[in-house]
């Protein structure tokens, strides 16, 4: 019988699902779909025009729905795989930091499937709301693991886990500045936006490989 630890881990690896329909969904655009200059939610958008209002920038997303799904699969990975985790480290050390960590993966995975569930063009308050919960959620949770991880003996992976953590905060606030200044490096807010959450995903895959692979404590 496969443990909780590594159906953590494999729900979490699973989170690569999410880059793959970016590619499939960005493909079956009526119009030319930039990774670079465009959002992921355009991805996800429900209607044919210009968004935001205004700005110039047209979306046509026939597959959303699907798009959407994987938002919301994503979402859902996430935050069950971090209640299965905690239960099955329940005699591991930091106990507090350990519930931390998991309530803002929680969070984080709920906020995910907020974004999906209100797409950008239908209910912007509600996707917003989602991205700020996934953006807080995460990166506290991958620096609180990574403290975690350095006070269980686990220094170099807990460095990682740090930095990961404020590398994806920090590309999330490029994105937004470059949203209205303009690219910066020459790369637009779709390409900075990227690196935040495609940061994430890879901080849930190589994690969930981590945890298994060394034996993590657990009860």
Known sequence: MISKQTTAALLWVSSLQFILMEFIISATWTIPYSFNKNYISDLGAKYRGEFPPGSGSLVDSPQHVFMNASFILFGITCALGALLLRRSMRNAPYKILLNAITTCLVL???????????????????????????????????????????????????????????????????????????????????????????????WLSITGIFLVVKNIPRG
């Open 108 to 202: 984080t995975g709920i906020g995910v499937m907020l974004i999906g569930a209100f797409p950008e063009d239908v209910n912007l308050y509600g996707h917003l709301s989602g991205a700020v919960l996934q953006v807080l959620g995460s990166n506290t949770a991958f620096v609180l693991a990574g403290v975690w991880l350095l006070k269980s003996g686990h220094p170099a992976t807990g460095a990682i886990s740090i930095i990961a953590g404020i590398f994806s905060l920090c590309a999330f606030l490029v994105t937004g500045y470059v949203g209205f200044k303009g690219p910066l490096l020459g790369l637009y807010a779709g390409a900075w936006e990227r690196m935040s959450v495609w940061t994430m995903i890879a």
